[in-house]
């Protein structure tokens, strides 16, 4: 009996569930916007962001005057002539400890970005160098040059070899100019 009473229960409330949907009339659809969201196009001004002028804008997608990521040290010589001897006369050192400073990366690096024309032993003498597409590659034994001269030289360039900013950063471009003052030592024994 009990059971029987139980199963006409569930049978009433199945049926009062079914019986409510009408196919005529669209069912409540609760936080629509989860569902059927407006689209943005990626990357493009938001109107979140109202300009002076009465446009849409971007100044509140933008960083503050002056602010740097988080990270970055700021390497304040220009690139100008002056400032690679003012580096070179004021014999600027790596910030880098000693437990920083990796040879084995700076090989690395090295090997990668600049042995194709300064050579694997920083004698002047990379396979560009030999194929004759770059002359005049120095030889570091024959230069006055100091660790921050080279990392100035790596972060700007000069005469025909380029920046090399984007491709290392600035802790990778004190371990090469670590690893050229060494090979600058090997070169002169």
């Known amino acids: 009996m009990k059971n029987t009473i139980k199963l006409s229960v569930i049978f009433a409330f199945a049926l009062s569930v079914i019986s409510c ?31 002076s002028y009465g446009l849409y804008g971007k100044e509140g997608q933008l960083p503050p005057k002056g602010a740097i990521k988080r990270g970055f040290m700021p390497y304040e010589y ?15 050192k790596s910030p880098l400890d000693s437990t920083q ?10 090997n990668i970005y600049c042995a194709i024309c300064h050579g694997t032993a920083g004698d002047g003498k990379g396979k560009l160098v030999k194929q004759e597409k770059f002359l005049g590659v120095p030889n570091y034994a024959e230069r006055q040059i100091n660790e921050g001269s080279v990392f100035h030289v790596i972060t700007y360039g000069l005469n025909a070899m380029g920046s090399h900013a984007n491709q290392l950063s600035q802790e990778e471009r004190w371990k090469v100019a670590a690893y050229v003052m060494k090979l600058k030592g090997d070169l002169s024994k």
């Open 21 to 51: 949907k009408d196919n005529q009339k669209p069912n409540y659809q609760y936080f629509p916007n989860m569902y059927e969201s407006v689209a943005y196009e990626t990357y493009s001004e938001s109107g979140a962001f109202k300009a």
């Open 78 to 92: 220009p690139n100008t002539p002056e400032a690679l001897a003012t580096v070179k006369a004021a014999n600027l």
């Open 101 to 110: 400073v990796d040879m084995k990366k700076g090989e690395e690096l090295f």
